[in-house]
């Protein structure tokens, strides 16, 4: 036998057959999206994602919750799956293979909108509308980062806002007695620690949205709670004066020497280490901060540590009960789930009242709901960011939520530019609009 | 019987064959599709033609990233196949402790990317990092910096890494060539009167010569799509001084879901790599030189 030329032509056919079905009417991702609705089987395995690690008594709290929810409905197993710290990327592979779970911890706003658009998640508006007074046992206003096109997409699990920590003995040691109130007086501050030697703010420099925070504070205190939205929907530009102040602000903040030396190398690990041994006086960080606090090697950090909200600025719009922040993480339903009936019995427990009061207090995470809760078993400091953010008379959303992925993508590398010195606020804010306008 | 033999290993190959298109040859290809298409998890893509590749060559960042992987190119290759070959050169010549530092510059190799990232990020630390503790002490305080915190040496740090951790590598690579000249060649050098640096020259060298190309083949297709260190110490920043072509799709990809134009990133990869392994093998086409 040998091998003639029409083999080898049949063979080589037969590898260009098998590209071209390959590539036949490809546009990829056909397989997925789409998918039943129904799903109402009452038995079966619930898959449930997390994203990160539990936090303080977080894993015990939600095994205690599973398997009351497991006795309550024979028949029903769940299954945790805490994802760590690629939560993204792998719900992300889920999409894609069209496997996601049928209950998934995930973000509002922009982070939400390409589910959304891949009909990936079931709205839940007929099984909250069928849940009674479930949802008064959130905050108002819960929703707004969670609906697209009228529909409620998801039900949160927390809440962050952003702060200015500051160690109290450090301030007093330095002659400050009072925390800044006004940007002047952390600026005043900042000198002052710096004089002494001491690094005056600890910040994670590394991921860009961090010092992203600091710069949309800023903006916000400049402009108040309205601006982003309105340079959003293109009432006012990008170039307005209180972005460009924010720009300048941070900028003198850096030329201070605000943040700790070599601070664009700091990641979270090295920025709290800092905060947490007595190495910087304040940090700038999310509520979620606490937890770091009172689980630090010095026990009586918690007793040093204190926060303000964030400084306001001269001739500015902002308000101190403006945060920078709001209901976050939340859970939602796969399209393609066959227990949805269950995975909402599921959700609402987890989001009840009891269950968020419950993490409230063994996490000091901030909850979206009206805990109730003892106030005297978990430190002050808690009970001033329940009550800050109860009062809260406007949210900003972090950026990272409330632009397009790729859009803040620009705008963190402008930010750290601008941290860099490579560009000026007023270029910083140029570029970006040139950018939003193709 | 000889086309028998053919025949055979043809059947014999079909397996693999189709193992390799399955999982290599089909997903390149999805890849290079995917590039003309707007395309997020979940979604079904839009037709876009060239427009991501066009948009890409317009942004600063990817051209930024570009140039970076040619600094990782030309980094990694000053570093690893001078050192590889003269540590495989030292042990070779059985100089003290050969076995000990032959296990020694190994050990990078089986470390996870990971580790030594972490490691190397204590190294460039800027309080008490062992790089800057070593400049104050020998009175270079002024040089201290934040090595992976400042935009103009985060760069020249990570390459400076991933050349240390590959050259354990190209030493084993270059020690198997070397351990592989016969003995009598150097005893008949040797007899010529062909010692240290002559013999090195015009011995040792081009007996080598094979394995020098091939080493900078692989060192040029490795850096081309080199991600996990870079990502690990900098993700790239700050402010993108030291991303990758491989960080800068990552980004594009998984950060900002937009498949279809890290796609993009993905091809000009293929396609970069493709021209320098090509146009590397045409430089090197020569014959090799027969072992006696």
Known sequence: ?438 | MIRNLRIWSLIFLLPGLALFIYIVVLPTIQVINSSMYNWSPGQVGTFVGLNNFTQMFADPSFRDALLHTFVLLIGAMIIQIPLGFIFAYLIFRRYIGSAFFQTVFFIPMVLSSVVIALLWTQVYNQDFGLLNSLLRAVGLGDLTRPWLGDSSSSLISVVVVVGWQYVGLYMLIFLAALQRIPHSIFEAAEIDGAVGVRQLKSITAPLVIDTLKLSVILVVTGAVQYFNLIWAMTQGGPANSSSVLASYMFIKGLQESRLGYAGAVATVMLVVNLILAIGLQRVFRREPLELG
């Open chain 1, 1 to 438: 036998m040998k091998i003639t030329k029409s083999m080898r032509r049949m063979l080589g056919g037969g590898i260009a057959t098998l590209l071209a079905v390959a590539l036949a009417g490809c546009a990829p991702g056909a397989s997925t999206g789409g998918g039943g609705q129904g799903g109402g089987s009452k038995t079966g395995t619930l898959t449930f994602w997390l994203g990160g690690d539990p936090v303080g008594k977080e894993g015990s709290i939600l095994s205690a919750y599973v398997a009351s929810f497991e006795s309550g409905h024979p028949g029903v197993k769940v299954s945790v799956v805490w994802t760590g710290a690629q939560h993204k990327q792998k719900v992300q592979a889920a999409l894609v293979s069209g496997d996601l779970p049928d209950v998934v911890q995930w973000w509002g706003g922009s982070f939400m909108e390409p589910l959304i658009t891949a009909n990936a998640l079931r709205p839940l508006d007929s099984y909250i509308g069928g849940s009674g007074d479930w949802q008064s046992g959130l905050i108002d206003n819960w929703s707004k980062n969670y609906t697209f096109s009228g529909k409620i997409y998801a039900a949160p699990t927390d809440a962050s806002t952003v702060q200015l920590y500051y160690n109290r003995d450090l301030l007093s040691q330095t002659g400050i007695s009072q925390p800044p109130g006004t940007f002047e007086d952390l600026l005043a501050a900042v000198k002052a620690l710096r004089a002494k030697g001491v690094t005056p703010i600890s910040i994670n420099g590394k991921d860009g949205w961090p010092l992203q925070e600091v710069y949309t504070y800023l903006a916000m205190r400049n402009g108040g709670a309205g601006l982003i939205f309105d340079a959003l929907s293109g009432k006012r530009p990008w170039t307005d004066p209180a972005f460009v102040l924010a720009g300048t602000q941070l900028r003198q903040l850096i030329d201070a020497g605000a943040f700790a030396d070599g601070w664009l190398a700091d990641d979270t690990a090295a920025a709290d280490a800092r905060f947490m041994t007595g190495k910087a006086a304040m940090y700038i960080f999310g509520s979620w901060t606490l937890n770091s606090v009172v689980s630090a090697d010095d026990k009586t950090l918690i007793d040093k540590v204190d926060y303000v909200p964030f400084p306001l600025t001269a001739g500015g719009k902002g308000t101190l009960t403006e945060l920078q922040g709001g209901p976050n993480g939340a859970l939602g339903i796969s399209t393609k789930s066959k227990m949805a009936d269950i995975a909402w019995e599921f959700i609402k427990g987890y989001t009840s009242v009891e269950h968020a009061s419950q993490v409230a207090t063994g996490t000091l995470v901030l909850v979206p709901n009206k805990i109730r809760y003892d106030r005297s078993t978990v430190p002050a400091i808690y009970n001033d960011h329940v009550d800050q953010l109860a009062k809260a008379t406007g949210f900003n959303l972090f950026w990272n939520e409330l632009l397009k992925p790729e859009d803040n993508t620009k705008f963190t590398d402008l930010n750290n530019s601008l941290a860099e010195g490579k560009i000026t606020p007023q270029q910083m804010m140029d570029q970006f609009a040139a950018y939003m306008k193709k």
